[in-house]
């Protein structure tokens, strides 16, 4: 009989951080599912991710889809010991340039999205289990990123509930906290409207503001994921972990 580490749902689990956790867990035993919200990425996680990871199209900003997500989810593993919150999206432009739809976009995935997934997944939550948001090096004072305040907030507000949160489960011994990746190598630079050469521009500069001189990689995010899904994280909660090269430190 197989012997499973663990049972995790990753939310935007179809690329980039998410993707990388979840071949990271699943590479250490546990039974995964991933949502994504493009048609077109969950096609291509279903068609790469191993066989028996569970891939479900499901858009964060709607609650019943989230609902629905979880419901297939449970039908499948019966409970959950993990839950990465990681579906979101970055939305670069200026104060004067945001409109109302944009605002809502961002905080309807990023903020609502993830409270309501957590919420909706509590009932498979075990005693014990460990919840993770994606934050946000932007969002975490006084590391700001001019032209990133929309989405600055709703990272900023997932990073507020986390102690609250982590209060309010305590008494099930569900631990939660936050990551807040700096500078990554992810898809998401390859859909910049910019030209490539800007692109390129702006992260040699961001790399050359980092200390360690480099951009991290997904796989580096989902190591400290699962840091925080194991029992070495058994007496860590309530956190915001900044994991950014030591981005912002000067």
């Given at each position: 009989m197989t012997t499973f580490s663990g049972s995790?749902?990753?939310?935007?689990?179809?690329?980039?951080?998410?993707?990388?956790?979840?071949?990271?867990?699943?590479?250490?035993?546990?039974?995964?599912?991933?949502?994504?919200?493009?048609?077109?990425?969950?096609a291509q996680a279903r068609e790469e991710l191993p066989a028996d990871v569970l891939v479900i199209r499901a858009?964060?900003?709607?609650?019943?889809?989230?609902?629905?997500?979880?419901a297939e989810v449970g039908e499948r593993f019966g409970h959950l010991t993990t839950l990465f919150i990681?579906?979101?999206i970055t939305r670069a432009a200026a104060l004067g340039t945001v409109d109302e739809a944009t605002?809502?976009?961002i905080h309807d995935t990023n903020t609502k999205g993830s409270y309501f997934t957590l919420q909706q997944a509590l009932?498979?939550?075990t005693d014990g289990a460990s919840v993770i948001f994606t934050g946000g090096l932007g969002a975490t004072p006084p590391f700001g990123?001019?032209?990133?305040?929309?989405t600055a907030a709703s990272r900023g507000a997932l990073i507020a509930m986390v102690s609250s949160l982590a209060l309010e489960l305590a008494p099930r011994a569900i631990?939660?906290?936050?990551?807040?990746?700096?500078?990554?190598?992810?898809?998401?630079?390859?859909?910049?409207a910019a030209?490539?050469?800007?692109?390129?521009?702006?992260?040699?500069?961001?790399?050359?503001?980092?200390p360690l001189g480099r951009f991290g990689t997904a796989r580096e995010i989902a190591e400290t994921v699962a840091f925080l899904a194991s029992d070495g994280a058994a007496y860590l909660t309530g956190q915001n972990i900044v994991v950014a090269g030591g981005g912002g430190l000067g």
């Open positions: 995790a749902l990753i939310t935007g689990g179809t690329s980039g951080i998410g993707r990388a956790t979840a071949e990271l867990l699943h590479e250490r035993g546990y039974r995964v599912a991933v949502t994504g919200r493009s048609p077109e990425s969950v858009d964060a900003r709607r609650v019943s889809e989230t609902a629905d997500a979880i990681n579906a979101g605002w809502d976009e009932p498979l939550l990123i001019a032209g990133g305040s929309a631990r939660v906290n936050a990551v807040s990746p700096g500078a990554i190598e992810t898809p998401i630079w390859g859909k910049s030209p490539a050469e800007a692109v390129a521009a702006r992260k040699a500069a961001i790399a050359a503001r980092t």
